[in-house]
């Protein structure tokens, strides 16, 4: 059977061309009727933009503005865009939509446009990055929350504006330790992306054994930043350098188990037991080839039972 | 009635069924016993709803309008019917049920799937409309003939006094909407059906624009001449000119364009596609309709009850499978649903 034709299959091999300059008429998109008037909506319709990271809205702040909005009326009609019939969402203005709520009001001037899901949560993420007001670990979630909506990392930095590297920092929150995340729940502003991808980074470099130690040196430290006694930018090297002090003091421990072995007053050779092994070493010459072969024999016999 | 079903290869995919053929055979109470079995749209939907495990009886009532697709373009011949009525069947093999409305006073889709309009006694959509406007008593469940079995497909037909539709929405207040209101005073028995398919005509009337109020995204059937991509203008007009008068009601009508019509060795049709892909690149359909004998063979001139859609008539032609995948992208492009379940 033949294969089906499609468009990308004949762009592809060059059948036909995507790029011709003559075009025929455009339809026009909703966005260019869009910024000609505002119209009224129920606010029974309208559902808040589902990519907001901003999740508290203070009552003193939105009593402020509905109180504004009596006196003046509102100023700016808030974005929307059509989802179905009958339903909406915001694509800005989440605050004025709130504020009519309060004031029992059942419309609100809107102006729509078109935006896809991709666009919705750009908007609802660069308007917020960009203000002073919202914690990099909020910004962390909603990145992740709308993560998926991208086909790469590359392509959702590309949308967002941030660079690459940046916004691995912001990855970063994911790796730190369920404690440390809960405790970010409940204060975003604890750690900073920088902090977060420090932590990440050292925590990512001990060992199994180590881990357990640079754990109870990351909540000693993070107890420490909440009695403001030590800065987000120092915990990291706080950590490693516990995790150094501890593996010091237990190679120290270790080194008791060097026993030396002595001719005539002179050290020739040593007994080591450490983590990688037991050794033992014997400077040269010190015994004869018969004690070299008694001694290769009874490790052999040793190893044999 | 038309007794129509596909064998086992279409039915395993329409179910989109991995499995072996005898297991798929289990999903069909009567027919596990026998080789070779016909499958009909009313078993494929049966078996769907089987494996996603769901009870029909346990599911609300729909008491949404089902997505509308409107076969569109402002010109003749350039395969709205084939097209309409060839998505309409893959749509109801696929499980869906589907309501077709013949909106073109020609009636080609009426002939389409075999009805005489000439003999026949037909209630239209413009009757029906009629009839709601002036508050006179109609019925739906009369003026809808049952093609599949078991509400699988179902039309409203058409005939040639389809036309004095114009005459009487000259003289009505809101006419453009007339079709939508239609609808939603409706709304019980039109979301009995998972997606509603109209068959428009391509003259530029009230009758077409009333049709286009209605749905959020019409399907324009571009066949691949320059006469054909010329018409593009009346309709990007059409369409500039409704959602401008009527954008602050926040209606906007959007555009799905598929190419039909497509030969390999017809340097025009190459160059209309690249053109149509250059000029409207986010709104074409990736499926390009061949220019098909199986396409011409669909309506019998003297035997008209043999009739039937290429899916029908020739299912396993290049024909009906560039319909069979359309038909798959439109699920998507429309977010047809499954008795209110979205299957991904």
Not at chain 1, 44 to 65: C, G, H, K, T, V
Not at chain 1, 177 to 190: A, G, I, S, T
Not at chain 2, 13 to 41: C, D
Not at chain 2, 321 to 328: C, E, W
Request: aromatic share 8%; hydrophobic share 45%.
């Amino acid at each position: 059977m033949k294969k089906p034709i499609t468009v990308s299959g004949l762009v592809q091999s060059g059948v036909i061309q995507n790029n011709l300059n003559s075009t025929l008429p455009q339809f026009k998109s909703q966005s260019d009727f869009s910024n000609q008037i505002a119209i009224f909506l129920p606010l029974a319709q309208i559902q808040p933009n589902p990519y907001q990271p901003r999740s508290i809205f203070p009552d003193a702040e939105l009593n402020e503005l509905a109180a504004s909005i009596t006196e003046i009326g509102l100023i700016q009609p808030i974005a929307v865009r059509k989802v179905s019939d009958m339903a909406y969402q915001i694509i800005a203005g989440e605050r004025r939509f709130r504020a009519f709520k309060l004031l029992s009001k059942t419309e609100i001037p809107c102006v729509l446009f078109t935006a896809t899901d991709e666009d919705m949560a750009v908007m609802a993420i660069a308007e917020n990055v960009s203000r002073q007001d919202l914690s990099d670990y909020e910004i962390a979630k909603s990145i992740r929350t709308v993560e998926s909506l991208f086909p790469s990392r590359t392509r959702l930095a590309q949308a967002l504006g941030f660079q690459r590297e940046d916004m691995y920092r912001y990855f970063a929150y994911e790796a730190l330790p369920l404690f440390l995340l809960e405790k970010l729940e409940m204060n975003p502003r604890l750690l900073s992306r920088n902090a977060a991808a420090d932590i990440k980074r050292v925590l990512n470099k001990m060992s199994a054994e180590q881990s357990e130690i640079a754990l109870s040196a990351l909540t000693e430290a993070i107890a420490l930043l909440e009695a403001a006694q030590i800065d987000q930018t120092k915990i990291a090297s706080f950590i490693a350098t516990r995790v150094t002090q501890a593996t010091q003091a237990e190679t120290a421990t270790l080194n008791i188990q060097k026993q030396h072995f002595f001719l005539q007053d002179k050290k020739i050779g040593h007994f080591l037991s450490s983590e990688k092994g037991l050794e033992v070493k014997i400077s040269a010459g010190v015994l004869t080839d018969e004690k070299t072969t008694e001694l290769k024999k009874i490790l052999d016999d040793f190893f044999r039972v | 009635m038309r007794n129509f079903g596909v064998k086992l290869k279409l039915a395993k995919e329409f179910v989109g069924f991995v499995g072996s053929s005898s297991e798929f055979r289990t999903l069909f109470e009567k027919k596990g016993t026998q080789y070779h079995n016909i499958y009909s749209a009313l078993d494929i939907r049966n078996a769907r709803l089987k494996l996603l495990g769901v009870d029909l009886a346990a599911l609300p009532q729909q008491d949404k309008l089902p997505p509308i697709i409107n076969c569109r373009m402002a010109k003749g011949g350039t395969g709205k019917t084939t097209i309409c009525g060839g998505i309409a069947s893959a749509l109801s093999m696929f499980g869906y049920r589907v309501l077709m409305i013949d909106g073109d006073p020609q009636a080609s889709l009426t002939g389409l799937f075999g009805i005489n309009w000439a003999t026949e006694n037909i209630t239209h959509i413009g009757e029906l409309m009629l009839k709601f406007s002036r508050k006179e008593d109609y019925s739906l469940t009369e003026a809808v003939r049952p093609l599949y079995e078991g509400k699988m497909l179902d039309l409203i037909a058409a005939d040639i006094s389809l036309v004095n539709t114009d005459s009487w929405l000259m003289g009505i207040t809101n006419r453009e909407f007339v079709f939508k209101k239609f609808l939603d005073a409706n709304v019980d028995f039109f979301s009995q059906y998972d997606v509603i398919l109209i068959d428009s005509a391509p003259s530029t009337n009230l009758l077409t624009n009333a049709l286009m109020c209605a749905c959020q995204k019409i399907l324009a059937v571009v066949w691949l001449d320059g006469q054909s991509l010329k018409a593009m203008q009346i309709l990007a007009s059409n369409v500039n000119e409704l959602n401008d008068a009527f954008h602050a009601m926040g209606f906007h009508l959007d555009v799905h364009i598929v190419a039909n019509g497509y030969h390999p060795s017809y340097s025009p049709c190459k160059d209309a596609l690249s053109t149509l892909i250059s000029s409207y690149a986010d709104k074409m359909n990736n499926t390009v309709i061949p220019h098909a004998v199986s396409f011409m063979k669909q309506v019998e001139l003297f035997k008209e009850e043999n009739s039937g859609t290429v899916l029908e008539r020739e299912p396993n032609s290049i024909a009906a499978r560039a319909i069979i995948d359309l038909a798959k992208s439109l699920v998507k492009e429309y977010g047809i649903k499954l008795s209110g379940i979205q299957v991904i």
